[in-house]
T-cell receptor, first 112, second 112 residues
C-alpha cells in the first residue's frame, strides 16, 4: 500500500533562518507531488507541484522553493524565513490509479 | 467569479441530526467531485468521490451532485461527535495532471 511521510510535525524557527521540510512517498512510482500551505482559518494554497524528477512548477511567487531530487522525494525550502511564512504545510501525492490527492500529516511552522 | 464557493461555517448541530454541507462551482470542465475531511492539526483525507450526477452512498455519508446546477452536497446521517471536523469540497478535471480545486472548507461541530 502507498504511504506518505512528512516531517517534522512541528517546527518553530526564528525569522531569517533557513527551512527544509521533507516529504517522501512509498509504494508507488512516478507520483505527482504537491506542496500546500494552509493558513489559520483559510483554505489550501497550492505552492508547488511536480510531475517528475527535477520538474517543479511554482504557483505563487514567494520566499520558498521546492526540489525533487528523487522520484518519491519532495523538499520545501527557504533560505531566510519571514514571519508571513508561518502556517500549516502539507505535502500530497496523486497517481495514475488513485482519485484525488493523498495528503501527509502536515508540518505546523511557526516563525518567531 | 470564484471557481468554488463553500460556506465556512462554523456549523453546529446536535448529535444524531442530519448534516447538509454544500458547495457551488462555476467551471463546467470539472469532471469528478470529492469531499475531504480534515481533523484539527491533521492533513485532509479523501472521504468520497464521484463522477456522475446523482447520489452516492457510503455508510452514513451521501454525496449528491447536480451538474446542471453546478452544485454538490454532502449529507451525514446520524451525526456523531467524531464527525466534528472541517469538510472540503473539491473538483478535478479528467486528466491526471489536472490540478484539483479545493473549497475553503466548512467547520462542523457535532454537539453531544
Amino acid at each position: 500500500s502507498q504511504t506518505i511521510h512528512q516531517w517534522p510535525a512541528t517546527l518553530v524557527q526564528p525569522v531569517g533562518s533557513p527551512l527544509s521540510l521533507e516529504c517522501t512517498v512509498e509504494g508507488t512510482s512516478n507520483p505527482n507531488l504537491y506542496w500546500y500551505r494552509q493558513a489559520a482559518g483559510r483554505g489550501l494554497q497550492l505552492l508547488f507541484y511536480s510531475v517528475g524528477i527535477g520538474q517543479i512548477s511554482s504557483e505563487v511567487p514567494q520566499n520558498l522553493s521546492a526540489s525533487r531530487p528523487q522520484d518519491r522525494q519532495f523538499i520545501l525550502s527557504s533560505k531566510k524565513l519571514l514571519l508571513s511564512d508561518s502556517g500549516f504545510y502539507l505535502c500530497a501525492w496523486s497517481g495514475q490509479f488513485n482519485y484525488g490527492y493523498t495528503f501527509g500529516s502536515g508540518t505546523r511552522l511557526t516563525v518567531v | 467569479q470564484k471557481e468554488v464557493e463553500q460556506d465556512p461555517g462554523p456549523l453546529s448541530v446536535p448529535e444524531g441530526a442530519i448534516v447538509s454541507l454544500n458547495c457551488t462551482y462555476s467551471n463546467s470542465a470539472f469532471q469528478y467531485f470529492m469531499w475531504y475531511r480534515q481533523y484539527s492539526r491533521k492533513g485532509p483525507e479523501l472521504l468520497m468521490y464521484t463522477y456522475s450526477s446523482g447520489n452516492k452512498e457510503d455508510g452514513r455519508f451521501t454525496a449528491q451532485v447536480d451538474k446542471s446546477s453546478k452544485y454538490i452536497s454532502l449529507f451525514i446521517r446520524d451525526s456523531q461527535p467524531s464527525d466534528s471536523a472541517t469538510y472540503l469540497c473539491a473538483w478535478g478535471g479528467g486528466n491526471r495532471d489536472d490540478k484539483i480545486i479545493f473549497g475553503k472548507g466548512t467547520r462542523l461541530h457535532i454537539l453531544p
